[in-house]
């Protein structure tokens, strides 16, 4: 078991959860994945792309998640509770700094389905996942605003999918500002995918327990606008608080084998763990 007995940060989490000195290995191009990456990533469960999306189709991207935040239809949109009074006046970028959770607006804008659709992507998460005919199941915006857009504990996101685990999920996570050490990257445990499922708790979110992090291996991943996470639904990934006073906004969307079947809450539940299975973390 790690220990984290560092000081407890304003942010509310250990301080020594997250380490800063172990770059990941990157792809320059998408246009430059091959099959060495592909082995990679079965072995590491990541792949790193600094430049994929053009500044034009990173800006296309966020009108399109401006737009959506201003005319919502069949969007989850959730903003934070201190928020309420400011909504009427803010704009849809404005909106962004206010939003807790923002999921399923891809179908909502024309910009953003692109974004799913993406031929480069695609061709390697089809690599990726083993298969030709996928399905997009999530959607998700992961916004942190400036001076403190919160941390995203270490977790499994299998555990929140009801799939089971060993299942060829694909999250593609989409640098849409500089994504760095500072303002809250993504961080990831090289190889965890091939350790199995983890029990999660209940505690900062639905999380692995802190003291079960191998912080010794963990590795940072920052990014550039346009820039792009491929990982494994079983890896192990975080992102501390965005400590800066710039925005720090993605998007992450899920893929997996058209076809795969769900299983039962129950069953997630029973592998991942209900509220940690009781057990003290």
Not at 59 to 87: F, K, M
Not at 143 to 160: I, M, S, T, V, Y
């Amino acid at each position: 078991m790690a220990t984290h007995a560092d000081t407890t940060t304003e942010f509310g989490y250990p301080g020594a959860l997250y380490r800063f000195d172990k770059p990941a290995t990157f792809v320059e191009s998408i246009d430059e994945v091959g099959e060495a990456d592909v082995a990679r990533f079965a072995v590491e469960g990541y792949l790193a792309v600094r430049n994929v999306l053009e500044p034009r189709e990173v800006n296309d991207v966020l009108d399109g998640l401006s737009h959506v935040l201003t005319s919502p239809g069949q969007a989850d949109i959730q903003y934070e509770s201190w928020a309420a009074d400011r909504l009427d006046t803010a704009t849809g970028i404005e909106r962004m700094d206010l939003v807790r959770r923002f999921m399923w607006f891809v179908k909502e804008d024309s910009r953003l389905r692109e974004l799913a659709t993406d031929e480069r992507m695609l061709r390697v998460v089809r690599q990726l996942a083993g298969s030709e005919d996928l399905t997009m199941f999530q959607d998700m915006a992961l916004l942190k605003p400036p001076g403190g857009g919160r941390e995203k504990p270490w977790h499994q996101d299998n555990a929140f999918f009801p799939y089971e685990p060993g299942t060829p999920i694909v999250g593609v996570w989409i640098a849409l500002d500089p994504a760095t050490p500072e303002n809250g990257c993504m961080h990831v445990i090289p190889g965890s995918h091939t350790e199995g499922p983890v029990v999660h708790f209940r505690r900062r979110d639905w999380q692995l327990c802190d003291d079960e992090v191998e912080v010794t291996r963990d590795t940072v991943v920052p990014l550039p606008p346009g820039g792009v996470l491929f990982f494994h639904g079983l890896l192990h990934h975080g992102t501390p608080a965005n400590r800066t006073d710039t925005r720090r906004r993605a998007v992450q969307l899920h893929y997996l084998p058209a076809g795969t079947r769900d299983i039962p809450q129950e069953r997630r539940l029973e592998i991942f763990g209900s509220e940690g299975k009781d057990v003290t973390c």
